[in-house]
């Protein structure tokens, strides 16, 4: 009886509107951030500085999708990070391709290309 109270008589409702607001909430700030930081980088310069690379590392996530009543489907995906660090000690990690992240060594050392957060490359010397 109180469940169905509950169900029926607009407390769904509101925890409903309550979680759709949530979710759209949550939706909106990685998008704002999202463009935020790329505006951000668009703004910064466009530096080269003498770097060597002092690590590497990946990050994998996995998705699980629900395809219909019988069958589900699963996905991942790899993100490839660099760690450099410059002359003044410094270090900073760039996200990177796959590409990329293969030819990377630790150890090497080169001019890095960035601007602000975004990775543009990296010469051997």
């Known amino acids: 009886m109180m469940f169905d109270n509950f169900f029926w008589g607009g407390g769904f409702r509101v925890l409903f509107t309550l979680t759709f607001c949530l979710v759209f909430g949550i939706i909106l700030f990685v998008l704002i951030s999202s463009v935020r930081q790329w505006g951000k980088n668009n703004r910064s310069p466009k530096l080269t500085v ?5 690590d590497k590392r990946t990050h994998i996530s996995h998705h699980h999708h629900n395809a219909d009543m019988h069958a589900m489907h699963t996905s991942t995906h790899t993100s490839y990070y ?3 660090q410059v002359e003044s000690g ?7 391709d796959c590409r990329e992240f293969g030819m990377l060594v630790v150890g090497d050392r080169g001019r890095l290309h960035f601007q602000g957060t975004r990775y543009l490359g990296f010469d051997r010397a």
């Open 90 to 96: 410094d270090r900073m990690e760039l996200q990177v």
């Open 50 to 54: 003498n770097a060597a690379i002092v």
């Open 82 to 84: 660099v760690t450099f």
